[in-house]
Structures are given as C-alpha cells and as structure tokens.
C-alpha cells in the first residue's frame, strides 16, 4: 500500500511538472506570436490638410484597419485656419517624415522631389481621369494621386437673395456684382445681416492662392505648366483684383485681418449673418454640421465676374497624395494599397462620394450620387464647359502665392502698402526666384 502511495505520489508530481511546462510553452508562444504580430505589422503615417472631412477620414481609416489588421493608420490634420505647407516643411526638417503627405503642384513636386514615389503602377494612377495627373506627370513618372476635383466661387444665401429681390442670373459683370452688393447692403438690417460679405484675410491661402487664382491664370492661358516655367509674371488683371479686394473689404464684417476660415464658415455664413462668401464645395460638410436645412436647400453657388471669364468658375485637383519613397519597402507598399483602396474599392467610392462630399477625380463613379448642392452646380459647370482648368498658382515660385503676395495684399488690406508697390514687389519677387 505504501509503495502503492508513492507510485502515485511520484506519477501527480511528474502531471503538475508536464503541465506547467506546457504552460510556460504555451505562454512562450503566445508572447511570441505577439511579438511577431508586432513585428508584422506596418504603420502608415498620413499627414493631411483636408479639415472638412477629418472626421470622415478618421473613420473610414477604422474601417481599412478592420480589413487589414496587419496595418497601422496614424491620421494627422493641418489646414483650415492653419498653415499645412509650413507645418509639413517642420515635420521633414524635424526628421518626423509622415509616409503620406499632400503637394499641390509642380513647385511643391520640385521641393520635395527626393522623396516623392513613383505611382504609376498603382490602380489609382490607372483610374485617374484625364487631365488629373498633368501637374505631377513627368515622362512615365506619377508623382501624386489626385485629392478630388473642386470648384470655388461666391456662395450665397438663396433665401437672403430672394428676399431681396435678387435673381443670381442677372449678375454676369463686375458692375453686376457691385450693384447686387449695394442693394443687399441697404437692406442688411430688415434681412438680419451683419454685412454682405465675410473676408477671412487672415487667411494667406484665401487671398494669395484662391482670390489671386482668378486673375493670374488667364495671363497663363490657365496653363499649370506655362506657369511653372516663365521667369517673369506681369500681374495683367491687378487692376480687377484690387476692384473685388476693395469690394469684398468694404462691405465685410470687420476687421477681416483676424477673420479666420473657422469664423467665416461656421460663425456668420452658416447663422446666416452673411449673404455670401468666397469659397468652394468643401465647405459643404461644415455648413451641413451647423445647419443640415440650409446646406441642403439653402446655399448656391455664383461665378466671380473676371473680364473674358465671365460665367466661368475656378475648377481643379486642389492638392495631391504623395508617398515617401524614404520609407521602408513595406510601409511604401502598404501607403499604395491604402491609396488604392481609398479611390478604387466600393468601400472607398461610397465614402468619397457619401461621406466627403466630393467631386471624384477618378473613372467609375456614379455621378448621380453626387449628393450635395454646391458639387452638383460645379458638376454643371464642367458639364457646358464654363471652368477655368489649371490652378496655376500650384506653380507660382515656391512659397510665393501665400508669402509674397497673399502677405503684400494684407498689408495693402491693413494700409500698410498701396497697391502700386503691391504689384512691384510681388513681380520683383517672383522674378528672384525664377533666376
């Protein structure tokens, strides 16, 4: 019996060693396979300037990440009322290199040339519509996926103007605009306004990029590329971009100098405390958060009268994905996959079209499911051929649009310049550059 005991002392001690080695087996390699979950696994890194669709973004983002666990997506946002280009140029100089970033065109393409990938083997590239590609094409070479299209001009209350007794078809020339101003600014009182006009002139891109677009291109014959390489600008429609500075300045909310992008979206033209803005579709998504009625039913869209483009809105790719080509093989890889899937996917389409509101840049897309009212009318504009093509200030000198003349117009704005020296100075510039 006593031996008996012993056996079966002898036999539980041997089960309790097996199972904890087992154990430690089992525990071993579930760190293990942690570990090399960990290891597998790429982060992507996006830096982008889109605000309106933050949000929108983040979320489809989850949903990638659900679909491809072995995949880590950082989002990171700059725009609106902060500067993007000058953060992004911190965060390369900083060493902090997001895998995804934005470029608007060839000056920030020859800026950040040593780092762009080749897209051109990627199904977005394939599916870009024509014309998308021309600003980051070189020979064989895609050095950026195309954001969306858009289109900005003056957004307007339809209410308000209809209260007024004002039909938007008969504004066609500047002397048209001016008398519209007039008239809603004499009754701005009965129509609850705080003025006609709200001027975000804190905003460079505002002034230096969108306003100042209007009446550079034509000089260009709307052409990116002729743009990019002339060694002189001469500023030919100044004289019609002063006239639409000093309108929109006079009947503004004031001061404008500390008006942001923030406060002319949400603060006074979504309350209605203003009749119009000058902006685009992409401010759809804001007006929607504020008011879902009056986005919906409520707001329109009018051309800027430029002479010779009268009728006709700004229409293009605003910004451009690019992919660090310094990156490791995989996380470049996993960038391209994330891009293709954005744009090519059923997932990616519905949310382009759905949840960002936007003007697809791409082939394959129901256009009936363009959703809002602004993108619709730019739709039609492109439809009848009444866009000016080619946001030539994408190939300005770099940093010129915004720090150069988007700052000589603020201090014109603020009479700290007059206007002559404005032109002088924003040619001299340009023309040091371009030595």
């Not at 609106?80 to 902090?96: H, I, R």
């Not at 306004?193 to 014959?221: Q, R, T, Y």
């Not at 382009?352 to 897309?365: M, T």
Request: some cysteine; overall charge negative; hydrophobic content about 40%.
């Amino acid at each position: 019996m006593k031996n008996r005991k012993s056996f079966f002392r002898i036999v539980s001690i041997m089960l309790v060693a097996v199972l904890a080695l087992v154990g430690c087996s089992s525990s071993n390699d579930s760190g293990n396979d942690k570990e090399k979950s960990s290891e597998d696994q790429v982060t992507v890194d996006i830096f982008q300037f889109k605000v309106e669709i933050k949000d929108q973004f983040e979320d489809l983002v989850k949903v990638y990440e659900d679909e491809n666990p072995g995949v880590k997506i950082n989002v990171k946002t700059v725009g609106g009322g902060n500067d993007y280009g000058g953060t992004l140029k911190a965060a390369f100089a900083s060493g902090d290199e997001p895998a995804i970033f934005n470029v608007g065109g060839p000056s920030d393409v020859e800026e950040y040339r040593a780092y762009l990938a080749d897209l051109a083997d990627t199904a977005a590239a394939e599916a870009a519509l024509d014309g998308t590609l021309t600003a980051v094409q070189e020979d064989a070479k895609v050095l950026g996926l195309p954001f969306n299209q858009e289109g900005y001009g003056l957004i307007y209350n339809k209410n308000v103007f209809e209260e007024a007794g004002i039909n938007v078809e008969d504004i066609v020339t500047f002397e048209d605009l001016q008398n519209v101003v007039e008239t809603l600014d004499k009754q701005k009182e009965e129509l609850g306004l705080d003025a006609v006009f709200a001027l975000p002139a804190k905003e460079l891109w505002v002034l230096g990029d969108h306003i100042s677009n209007m009446f550079i291109a034509p000089e260009f014959n709307n052409d990116i590329q002729e743009a990019y390489h002339a060694e002189t600008i001469a500023l030919e429609k100044g004289d019609e971009l002063k006239r639409y500075l000093d309108l929109q300045n006079k009947y503004s909310v004031q001061p404008i100098l500390s008006l942001d992008y923030s406060q002319q979206v949400e603060q006074l033209f979504s309350l209605e405390k203003v009749a119009m803005i000058q902006q685009g579709n992409w401010v759809y998504n804001s007006v929607y958060d504020m008011d879902p009625d009056f986005a919906e039913n409520g707001i329109g869209i009018l051309s800027v009268p430029v002479e010779g483009f009268e009728g006709h809105i700004p229409a293009g790719v605003p910004m451009f994905w690019a992919v660090n080509d310094k990156k490791d093989d995989k996380v470049v890889q996993a960038s391209k996959d994330f891009l293709d899937w954005l744009y090519t996917s059923e997932t990616g389409k519905n949310a382009v079209l759905e949840d960002f509101k936007f003007i697809p840049a791409y082939k394959d897309y129901d256009a009936e499911k363009i959703s809002d009212p602004l993108s619709k009318q730019i739709y039609e504009f492109a439809e009848v051929g009444k866009t000016i093509e080619g946001w030539v200030y994408q190939a300005t000198p770099t940093g010129w649009n915004q720090e150069t003349l988007g700052v000589n117009i603020q201090k014109y704005l603020s009479g700290d310049m007059e206007w002559d020296e404005v032109i002088s100075k924003s040619i001299e510039k340009w023309e040091a550059e371009r030595q």
